[in-house]
């Protein structure tokens, strides 16, 4: 971090900003010029509110320069992390996996037979609303505790892992059997809620904020990873632009940064991304082309007549269409 004092800073106060940043375990390298003094601080600057410095009367300005995150950051963790689900499906480090299933969970029938055929199609987890964020309270809530229920149901049956959404802190215990806690775009700054998730040890699938830049994700993702749960899958599932032609726009190049940036998984869901069925294929694939761990799917069995989002879900033929395409872009990129 560099730090520009002025010119006709007090000597006084600026003794006293020195003693302050050396209590913050940084070194401080002075480099005093005619007309401009700059201090380069030198050591672990993540803790430090860089919004307080610029803040004060001797400072003209403060620049950043290395992240601001620490435990994401793969400076510090250069090897890719793997996340272990168990029955040997790992996600990350060259482990490429297929989350699928509905948006909402709806009925035991719908939610298993669902189960079952994205399973023979090449998932090996299940995604299933429960708790659902939806824009208007007069649409379809989910089924809420009934819908865990189901879903646990599901994973017994077919032996998947599953994922699913939370909103409240209050209802963590309600997930104890949920393999993956999906924290929603909605609630990817809900640092309340990510504190209490950083204290599980369970993988914690995050997708980013429908605004947020790939900065702030990382810094989500921290919340969790300092409070001690490292088990973070990142997702990029689109975001908000002045295009209308899709529901979000794709941001491939955030899925190739935040590789370079993290040793952290990440995922991405072509399905909220563009909102449209039929262009879940082509994006699953430039999502694979450009070093995805994984792909998050709708996944229907009558997207007529789903209670959420039926026209970005793929029925199960399609999704084993892409399923297969997927592979052929991986092994080919080998
Ligand atoms: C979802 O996965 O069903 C969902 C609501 O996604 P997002 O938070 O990305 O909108
Ligand atoms: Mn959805």
């Known amino acids: 971090m560099i730090v520009i004092l002025k010119n006709d800073a007090d ?58 995150y620490k435990q994401a950051n793969r400076k510090f963790h250069p090897d890719d992390t793997v996340i272990d689900l168990g029955n040997s499906i790992k996600i990350g480090g060259g482990n490429f996996q297929f989350f699928a299933g509905p948006c909402s969970v709806e009925s035991e029938e719908q939610i298993i037979e669902i189960a079952k055929a994205v399973k023979a199609a090449g998932a090996n987890i299940l995604r299933g609303g429960a708790f659902k964020p939806r824009t208007s309270p007069y649409a379809f809530q989910g089924m809420r505790a009934d819908g865990l229920k189901l879903l646990l149901q599901a994973k017994k049956i077919t032996g998947m892992p599953i994922v699913s959404e939370i909103m409240d802190a209050s209802h963590i215990d309600l997930f104890e059997g949920v393999d993956i806690i999906q924290v929603g775009a909605r609630n990817m700054q809900n640092f309340e809620l990510l504190k209490q998730l950083g204290k599980l040890d369970k993988p914690i699938f995050l997708k980013r904020g429908l605004s947020a830049t790939v900065e702030e994700l990382l810094m989500s993702a921290e919340y969790i990873m300092s409070g001690g749960n490292e088990k973070v899958i990142l997702c990029e599932r689109g975001i908000r632009t002045f295009e209308t032609a899709t529901r979000n726009t794709l941001d491939l190049s955030a899925v190739a940064i935040l590789k ?41 069995n009558n997207p007529q007549k789903a209670l959420c989002d039926g026209p970005q879900a793929l029925t199960p033929d399609k999704f084993a269409r892409v399923t297969q395409g997927v592979q052929k872009i991986i092994n080919a990129l080998k």
Not at 47 to 61: C, H, M, N, Q, S
Request: proline share 4%; with cysteine; hydrophobic share 40%.
């Open 11 to 68: 000597a006084q106060k600026v003794d006293i900003l020195a003693q302050w940043l050396e209590t913050q375990n940084v070194e401080i390298h002075k480099s005093v010029g005619e007309y401009t003094t700059v201090w380069g601080l030198v050591g672990d600057t993540s803790k430090i509110d860089t919004d307080l410095i610029e803040g004060l009367e001797i400072v003209e300005g403060v620049r950043r320069i290395s992240e601001p």
């Open 260 to 300: 370079e940036k993290t040793h952290l998984p990440v995922v991405v869901d072509p399905s909220h991304a563009s909102g449209i069925a039929r262009l879940v294929e082509p994006l699953s694939y430039a999502s694979a082309a450009c070093g995805a761990d994984g792909l998050m799917i709708e996944v229907h």
